[in-house]
């Protein structure tokens, strides 16, 4: 099982960015996704995350700005991120903390490449 994150960029104050992180491989059923971030010179932290029936949980750092979305059907998760601050600019991470590849059998874990986000005028 393989995440690929994509949608990053550079985007002024103020801006928006929509990330999108995609599962691919054999997949029965996939847990909780989320977005996570690392800044540079700071530790990876979580920024949002939604179970499989689409309860979302959000830092407060990006709560009323950042809306965390998923689509089962195309096992993709999404993160729309508005009014954009210089301090969200941080290299974006995908997860999905259980992947089942079929009945009884998971990946735990499971991270993206990362897609860089940075919010400069």
């Known amino acids: 099982v393989q995440l690929q994150a994509s949608g990053g960029g550079l985007v002024q104050p103020g801006g928006s960015l929509r990330l999108s992180c995609t599962a691919s491989?054999?997949?029965?059923?996939?847990?909780?996704m989320g977005w996570y971030r690392q800044a540079p010179g700071t530790q990876r932290e979580p920024v949002a995350d939604?179970?499989?029936?689409?309860?979302?949980h959000y830092a407060d750092s990006v709560k009323g700005r950042f809306t965390i979305s998923r689509d089962n059907a195309k096992n993709t998760v999404y993160l729309q991120m508005n009014s954009l601050k210089a301090e969200d600019t941080a290299v974006y991470y995908c997860?999905?903390?259980?992947?089942?590849?079929?009945?009884?059998?998971?990946?735990?874990?499971?991270w993206g490449q990362g897609t860089e986000v940075t919010v400069s005028s």
């Open positions: 997860n999905a903390d259980q992947v089942w590849t079929q009945p009884g059998v998971d990946e735990k874990d499971v």
């Open positions: 491989g054999s997949i029965f059923r996939i847990n909780a």
């Open positions: 939604i179970t499989s029936v689409g309860t979302t």
